[in-house]
């Protein structure tokens, strides 16, 4: 079965200090891949997503995220985070080209940006 | 388009209540995605729905859970009877192309 594991659960970070959050995904075939954001009170939004292409996608806000294939990874980064940038981060994948579309999510990364 | 509607968006039970939420997906999307998120769990996905069939329902916890979507509007999902650990944020989603969330219904079983 899936699995996707954040192992960063919570992040405290200053303004302008840069950003990486991890998520590995446990499924041996094609995977699409995506990053979701929560912002307090709100519902969860779309970031970026990957299919297929090159490797490094780049979302809204400044963020990218890169797929690394040989280790079941797609990191989250940015440069330069905001005080707004606080927000719960979730990283998700489902099966590529099976139709299934089961969302398996992670946990979540509660990310606090200190103004 | 209003985007995916949930109802209600706080409810309040006791414990033994029958509970039900609703979901309005977005027109046209034929997927349709029943999550629950908690702090210590995350989100879980607990049943999906292709053009009102469902497909998965492997997450659903126990018995006592029940979802349906009788029409391409519209989604239940029911808890009977409900217990404090059901406790939790449960989202519906839908999708065409991508994964959009409603606002999430806030149960509070005391």
């Known amino acids: 079965a899936q699995s996707v594991s954040q192992h960063n659960h919570h992040v405290i970070l200053s303004e302008a200090a840069s950003l990486e959050l991890g998520c590995n995904y446990s499924?041996?075939?094609?995977?699409?891949l995506f990053w979701y954001v929560q912002y307090p009170g709100q519902h969860l939004q779309l970031l970026l997503k990957?299919?297929?292409?090159?490797?490094l996608v780049k979302g809204i806000k400044g963020f990218e995220a890169e797929f690394i294939k040989s280790k079941f990874s797609f990191n989250l980064r940015k440069p330069s985070v905001q005080w707004s940038d606080t927000a719960e981060y979730f990283c998700?994948?489902?099966?590529?080209?099976?139709?299934?579309?089961?969302?398996?999510f992670g946990t979540g990364t509660r990310l606090k940006v200190l103004a | 388009d209003a985007g995916v509607i949930q109802s209600p968006r706080h409810e309040v039970t006791e414990m033994g209540q029958e509970v039900t939420l609703r979901c309005k997906p977005i027109?046209?999307?034929?997927?349709l995605f029943w999550y629950r998120q908690t702090m210590m769990r995350g989100l879980e996905l607990l049943i999906y729905?292709?053009?009102?069939?469902?497909?998965?329902d492997s997450g659903m916890p126990e018995d006592r859970f029940s979802a349906k979507m009788p029409n391409a509007s519209f989604s239940t999902l029911k808890i009977q009877p409900s217990e404090p650990r059901d406790s939790a944020v449960y989202f519906c989603?839908?999708?065409?192309?991508?994964?959009?969330f409603g606002e999430g219904s806030r149960l509070t079983v005391l």
């Open positions: 989603a839908s999708k065409g192309g991508e994964l959009f």
């Open positions: 499924y041996g075939g094609t995977v699409n």
């Open positions: 990957y299919f297929s292409g090159d490797p």
């Open positions: 998700a994948v489902n099966e590529g080209y099976s139709g299934t579309y089961k969302y398996i």
């Open positions: 027109s046209g999307h034929d997927y």
């Open positions: 729905f292709n053009n009102n069939v469902p497909i998965d």
